[in-house]
Every structure is written in C-alpha cells, then in structure tokens.
C-alpha cells in the first residue's frame, strides 16, 4: 500500500538578494544604477516519488541538492508551487527539532501545545508529559520556560516528543547529530524500535554506510531532480562514483 506519492512536484525559493529586497534599497540601488530583479531558484524540480508502507527509504544528495526541502514538502512545512502531495497517517516530522517551542511557555506547556500539533489529545500529552521529560534527561526543568534551555536541551526535547509514540510515517534530517553522546545513543535505540516496526522512514543523511545499512532504497538528488532512485547499496554506489569524477557537486 502507497503511503506517499508526489507527482511531478516543482518548488521555487527566493535566493538572497530578494531578502534583503525592501523600497529603500530598492530606491538606492536604482540610484546608484546597481538595481537587479530579485532571484528565484529552482530548488525542487519535477519530483515524481512513491513510498509504501514500511518502507525506509534514504535521501542522499550534495549540499543545497534539495533533500531537506523534499522533505519539508512531504511534511506539509513547505508548499510546492506546482505537482500534488499526497500522504496518508500520521506524520513524526523530525525536522529543526524545536522551532515549534513557545520559548516563554514552560516544557510542561510546550509538550502539551506540539503534542496537540502533532495530532495527540491534552489529557494524552499530559499523562505522557513525565516519560517525555525523563527520556529527555530533563524532569528538574518540567516547569521552567523553554528560552532557559540550551539549543542541544531543546532539541532534545523536540525528539523525545516527536518519538514518544510510534508514528505511521517518520521523517529524520539528520536527526542522529541531537545532543551529546549519550543522548545519540538513546536516539539510535529508539529510532532502531521503529526500525523493526512497520512504521515508513524517509531519512536524509550524508551519512552513507548508515544509509546502505537501514534503508533497502535510497533516492540520490541533484539540483532539485531525482537522478536515481533504487535498491540503497546501488543508489550510494553511484553516487560515490559521481562524487570521485566530481559530478555531484552541482548542487
Ligand atoms: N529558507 C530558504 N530560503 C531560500 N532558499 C533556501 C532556503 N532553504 C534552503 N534554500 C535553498 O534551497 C536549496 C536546497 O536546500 P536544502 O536545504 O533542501 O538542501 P539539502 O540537500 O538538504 O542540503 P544540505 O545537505 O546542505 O543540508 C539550496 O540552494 C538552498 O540555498
């Protein structure tokens, strides 16, 4: 059973110039004679995906290839300007763990507000608030705001949340660098559970024997397009052979 599937998905970004583009710079740029149009990039470009159910596919790429952005589509963070997205079941976006957070809000608040936001109920998120905070490795700060935490503790914080109940569909950016030591390993446990389970993964990693090992597929994108997609031993292997000729680096 297909769980994902994206056709002929295009996404457009602005590049920096327009970030800065505002009527005053735009007036003296036109003055001094230095004014050009803002930029956009093609960051997506014709995606056509299918995932089914259980399945744990890899996304592999260079830098700014477009990996992230696939999955911030998938997750519904992001908009495509043109194609369909389709997902069906609950979605565990383990992506910029914690920028959610209501920073003045306590942990304790916060669980319950990204709980609800990742579908749970209140009285659910609040029966499961303490077990949340304890694989955390945070109980002594239930009750202080967010802001008070380190940006390693937030995090933390975020996967503990997004992975206290298994969810039908995960999705990790390289989600193993969370933390400290001792936290990864945590992580790589829980993650390992989900792993034996029927849950579907999409992981990005530039880590590539991680990717031979976990995923049976791996999708390899370049510039926004997939170049190929296939059994992930094969997928990685053309993709170092790339990498060694120097192909890779286009973006
Ligand atoms: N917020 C943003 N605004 C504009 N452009 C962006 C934004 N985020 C990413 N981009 C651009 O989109 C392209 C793809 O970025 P993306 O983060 O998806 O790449 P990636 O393959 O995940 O890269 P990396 O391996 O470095 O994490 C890059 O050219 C990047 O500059």
Redesign the pocket.
Same mark, same amino acid.
């Given at each position: 059973m297909e769980v994902i599937r994206l056709n002929n998905v295009s996404l457009w #970004? #602005?590049?920096q110039e327009e970030f800065s583009y505002d009527l005053k710079t735009t007036i003296l740029s036109f003055l001094d004679g230095r004014y050009r149009k803002p930029g956009r990039?093609q =960051?997506l470009d014709r995606i056509d995906l299918v995932v089914s159910a259980g399945e744990k596919l890899g996304i592999i !790429? *260079?830098?700014? *290839?477009?990996? *992230?952005?696939?999955l911030k589509v998938i997750c519904g963070i992001l908009k495509p300007n043109t194609g369909e997205v389709r997902v069906q079941g609950d979605i565990a976006p383990l992506i910029e763990l914690g920028a959610g957070f209501d920073s003045e809000l306590s942990l304790v608040d916060n669980i319950v507000l990204y709980g609800v936001f990742l579908g749970f109920s209140r009285q659910q998120m609040r029966e499961r608030s303490q077990e949340i905070l304890r694989f955390a490795d945070l109980e002594s700060y239930a009750d202080v705001p967010v802001k008070t935490l380190s940006s390693g503790m937030t995090a933390r914080l975020g996967f503990a949340i997004a992975t206290d109940v298994p969810p039908d569909i995960l999705i990790l950016d390289?989600v193993l660098s969370v933390g400290d030591e001792r936290f990864k390993e945590k992580c790589r446990n829980r993650l390992g559970q989900f792993w034996q389970s029927h849950t579907t993964v999409l992981v =990005?990693s530039?880590d590539l024997p991680f990717i031979e090992q976990s995923c049976e597929r791996a999708v390899w994108?370049s510039g926004?397009r997939i170049v190929c997609s296939g059994p992930a031993t094969e997928v990685v292997g053309l993709y170092l052979d790339s990498t060694r000729s120097g192909a890779a680096n286009i !973006?």
């Open positions: #970004r #602005r590049t990039k =960051v !790429g *260079s830098n700014g *290839s477009g990996k *992230s952005t696939l390289e =990005v530039h994108l926004g !973006g």
